[in-house]
Structure formats: structure tokens, C-alpha cells
């Protein structure tokens, strides 16, 4: 049987890819799955054993509630147990076989996937593009400042919770892995590098920000691009994304999926935001994405003067590179 042909959305975590997934996907042609966290493994078996090692949950939230959704039409306790256990008797599947599986179930609907970490690895953009050559690919930006400021806050979540380890070595390695801007200019780095592969009529770039102040224009511009139908019933369908079924947190046995702050609150408010033409324009400043030097100092217990100067020549480097990636983006 022949699928339509999925959408893959393209963005760093905290870029609105949550709610825009989630909105897109209230399209009656459309199904957008929430954050599947598979493409990377080598088969379902490693990302189970991967979220249970490192995260302490079962597997995925969004593959099992992904699951529970197209077998029983319901989220539960109860479906997502029996989702779960049909992930462990397929656990032998590869991601490609898995989402294959989850197209089939929602054909004729384009099958949307958006887990945002595909997009810290080139090799996990290689592979998706190398099983869906004619896939379309919606690369959404956010300002780096406004990423910034989101990732900044769930990364300082996330510290509350860790064990608190050393690292052993400063290096721009670890540097990159902890400073939410290296994170923003990784991702989009990644996609653009990967963008001359994508045939052009199937890649489209979206800013958040734009999508967020005049929703109904940036819609119907991403439905004709779809071909898929375009008229008001079907925008005003769009402009409720706490009708998906994957708005909410889930139940006990798989919260997640989505964005945790967008589950608590999955409306979309339009907001009025400062624009050149109809463009969202912002200028960065060093001190808008700086390094948490307070941080680096928890980080790690010694940081000797060769060591501050390693971390100072890195913040440089990556404020030029930053600024350049902001311009190719169009947000300056």
C-alpha cells in the first residue's frame, strides 16, 4: 500500500515545536504524533533499555502513548500498559519499521514526526533523510534569545535532579552539552548543512515567533505548501491545539511526549511581537545568551586561569558564530 508521504518538523528543543506540531496536526488531513524518540537507536530494544538506564521510565512517553492512540483511540493507564508491552514484543523493529507501522495506522492522514533531539546529531538527520528522500521538512526557528531564556530554565530544572557528577575535563565538548545557545546553533547547524539534500519544494522554513503574532497567514502558507486544504474551517480547526489528543500530560505510566510547559497550558495565544514588515527581527547582545559562569563554578570544582581562558575564547567564538547564524535565519 502506498502512504502519503510524512512531514518531519526540524528545530531545537524549546522552539515551539510542541505547540506547532500540535497545531498543524488539528488539520482533519494531518496526524502529529507527539516526541517518538526513536530515530538514533538501532532498534526499539535500545531506546527502551536507554530511557530505563538513563531516565528511569519504561520507554519513550510519545511512542507509547503514540501506541495506545492508534490501537484503542484512548490514552489510559491500562492502554498504554498494553502499548508498552506491544513495544517490548516488537522491540526487535528498527525506528524506520516502527514509524512505517504508526503511517499505516493513520493513512490517508500525513504521519507528522517532531522530536527536536533528531536535530543535535547529523547523523540522525542523515538517516531520517535517507529513509524518506521525499519526505516534506519544516524547519522552524525560534530567536536565539527566547531559546535561550526557555532551555536556559529547563536546563536548571534538570540540574535540581542530577546526581551531581564532575566532569572530569573542560573541553568544548562539554561546553557545547551544557550552554543552551551552543544547543540552538548546533540544531540549526545540523539542518542547514543537511538543506542542500532536501529536494527544494519539500522544505519550508517557519519562525515561531511569526507563526505566533499572525497565525492564520503562516497557516494557510504551510497548507498550500502541504497541498492539502486550505480554507477557514480547517485554519480554525488548526487554532485549537488542545483538541489533540497528545495536548495533555498523559497518564501516570507515560507523562511526556510534548513539552511539559505547552501540556499544562496547550492554547495558542496570539501575541503581539515587534516586526520589520512581517518579518520578527531581534538583535542579539553577548550579555542576552552569556555563559552562567555561577554554573560552570558548580560544574566543575577547579577552574584554574588556563581554564577561564579556555572558557572565554569558546564564548567569543560562539557569539560570532551565533550572531552569523542569526542573519542566515533572517532575524537580523
Known sequence: MRYI???????????????????????PQIHAFPELQVFG????????????????RLAS??????????????????????????????????????????REKVNPLVAVEKTPVNTLKSSRLKEILSAYPNARYLHLTRSVIGNFKSLKEFLGEREKFAAGEDTEQLS???????????????????VLNIRPLIKSKNYLRIKGEDLLSQPHNVLKAFCEWMGINSGSAEIEAML?????????????IAHGGNDGKFMRQPVLKIKKISSTGNSFHQIVEPRSVELDREYMRRRYRELCEEDQKKIQGWAEHLFTEIERMQCRLGYQ
Not at 43 to 50: D, Y
Not at 172 to 190: D, G, R
Open 5 to 27: 508521504e510524512p512531514l518531519f518538523i526540524l528545530s531545537p528543543p524549546r522552539s515551539f515545536s510542541s505547540l506547532i506540531s500540535s497545531v498543524i496536526g488539528q488539520h
Open 41 to 56: 537507536h538501532s532498534s526499539i530494544h535500545e531506546m527502551i533499555v536507554r530511557n530505563q538506564e538513563n531516565l528511569n
Open 61 to 102: 512517553p510519545g511512542s507509547i502513548r503514540s501506541i495506545a492512540e492508534i490501537h484503542e483511540g484512548r490514552q489510559t493507564d491500562e492502554s498504554c500498559a498494553r502499548a508498552w508491552l506491544w513495544l517490548q514484543r516488537n522491540s526487535e523493529m528498527t525506528p524506520v519499521e516502527l514509524f512505517e507501522y504508526l
Open 172 to 190: 568544548s565538548k562539554y561546553l557545547s552539552m551544557e550552554h543552551p545557545a551552543s544547543i540552538w546553533l548546533t540544531s540549526h547547524t545540523n
Open 240 to 252: 485549537r491545539p488542545h483538541e489533540s489528543p497528545y495536548a495533555c500530560i498523559g497518564p501516570r
